[in-house]
């Protein structure tokens, strides 16, 4: 039986899983990250480590192939032997705004890379403000890219998916011009598809760690595309909506949308797009008002097939940008009724409104039409509200297939995600 392993970098920790041909999970592991070592990079080695010496030896033998994803943007600098010459910088980190005037300098407007968290504004940043690091580097890599090196040996290999918000052109699969005559544009790693066979891991890893010494690794991704192969959407039309703290919503097209004003931006998925778009909605404003057993025993004693008249917008603080873009958008929450459970009616209803205005904006702007949706996050374990949100989608709602990152990183070695010709 060959296996695959599919190793997931997410915020909180770790997480590698094993799967057969067929799809099956056949082992898994787990290492969350503990905060107080502040030598990221050891860290990341560490729980890469970590989580293969957890894997049994009669699974370890029959791995075929390795595939990993990281934060994305989630960088670092190493020298030429892939040392890193400083602590990576986090997917969330915002130092990038010292070097804002350059980045809007050099990148066109509108482009995804200008947000301060991009990973061109931290090489941005160590270029200008680190000069003795950035002397003393020969590559930058995404979080993904380097901990596969750990594996394959190999330097300067990156995939297109964490490539994206360093501003790689993944319609004409290159670096742009405005790009490539940069100063530090020697840094760049190369660029293949998510999944694309690398090589064969390094003697002295299949040694330590009793691997097969043909076991390949491949290119990764970033952890929410992951999430989202994992989700088992395939075909354009289908979409995955995740109901966490905030609400977020992904379709699966066959054209490319990009609106930055929206902050809609498209993934390369194979021959297909993965079209995006964030609302500051959700979860964290039904979290003001109600407990999770709250929520959980309210939502029974409303009637999903009746819509609430309430008409809110709901949000911790001003400002949205999709599906309405407007930076003082005021939080709507108001008049609020003396029931909780028409309140929450109306929250529930009003966010499956935005969900379902976020569908509509994407394919008013050219997106493929919805077919069906997958739920992740929070959210999705309350049936109630799933009514609700299909009243206004008018389209299936159906739980997803597995909602593991590290799952849909492991079809990603297998080679059957939507990221592969081979579906
Ligand atoms: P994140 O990872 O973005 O923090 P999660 O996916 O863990 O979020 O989801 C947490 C959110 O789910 C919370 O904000 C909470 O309000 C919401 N949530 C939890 N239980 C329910 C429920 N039964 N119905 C609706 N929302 C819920």
């Known amino acids: 039986m060959d296996l695959y392993l599919g190793i997931d970098f997410g915020t909180s920790g770790a997480r590698a899983i094993i799967i057969d041909t067929a799809g099956a999970i056949q082992a898994e592991a787990q290492y969350p990250f503990i905060q ?51 602590t990576p910088i986090l997917y969330n980190d915002a130092r990038g705004v010292a070097v804002r005037d350059k980045l809007t300098e050099i990148a066109p407007p509108n482009h995804t890379v200008l947000s301060v968290t991009s990973s061109l504004a931290k090489l941005l940043w160590w270029w200008k403000c680190r000069e003795v690091i950035y002397n003393a580097s020969t590559y930058f890599l995404h979080q993904a890219d380097w901990l596969a090196f750990l ?11 964490n490539a994206l918000k360093l501003g790689y052109d993944v319609e004409n699969l290159c670096y742009p011009s405005w790009l490539e005559n940069q100063p530090f544009s020697h840094l760049f790693p190369q660029v293949l598809s998510p999944g694309t066979p690398i090589s064969e891991i390094t003697p002295d890893i299949a040694r330590r760690f009793n691997l097969p010494s043909d076991c390949i690794v491949c290119t990764g991704t970033t952890d929410s595309i992951a999430a989202f ?80 008249p309430l008409d809110y917008y709901p949000l911790l603080k001003e400002g949205d940008r999709f599906p309405i873009n407007d930076p003082n958008l005021p939080p709507k929450l108001k008049p609020r009724p003396n029931s909780p459970v028409e309140f929450l009616h109306g929250l529930l209803e009003s966010i499956a409104r935005i969900e379902a205005l976020g569908y509509q ?39 997803p297939q597995h909602t593991a990152a590290a799952f849909g990183t492991a079809l990603l070695a297998l080679r059957k995600s939507p990221c592969n010709s081979t579906l």
Do not use: M
């Open 36 to 86: 107080s070592n502040t030598d990221l990079a050891a860290i990341w080695q560490t729980a890469l480590f970590n989580l293969i010496e957890q894997i049994f030896p009669e699974v370890k033998s029959k791995i075929k192939a390795i595939a990993i994803n990281g934060t994305s943007s989630s960088v670092l600098l190493c020298d030429a032997a892939g040392k890193p010459v400083d």
């Open 151 to 161: 594996l394959h040996g190999k330097l300067g290999i990156s995939d297109y998916h």
């Open 361 to 399: 904006r994407l394919q008013q702007l050219g997106a493929t039409q919805l077919t069906r949706v997958y739920t992740a996050g929070g959210g999705a374990k309350n049936p109630t509200w799933t009514n609700i949100r299909a009243r206004h989608l008018q389209v299936p709602i159906t739980p």
């Open 229 to 308: 192969i994992a989700s088992g959407a395939n075909f354009p039309g289908e979409a995955v909506t995740s109901l966490g703290s905030t609400l977020v919503i992904k379709l699966l097209s066959n054209t490319r949308i990009d609106d930055a004003s929206y902050g809609i931006y498209s993934h390369r998925l194979g021959d297909l797009w993965l079209v995006g778009g964030a609302s500051n909605t959700g979860g964290a404003v039904l979290r003001e008002f109600f407990t999770d057993t709250e929520l959980e025993n309210l939502s029974k004693e409303i009637d999903a097939n009746k819509e609430s």
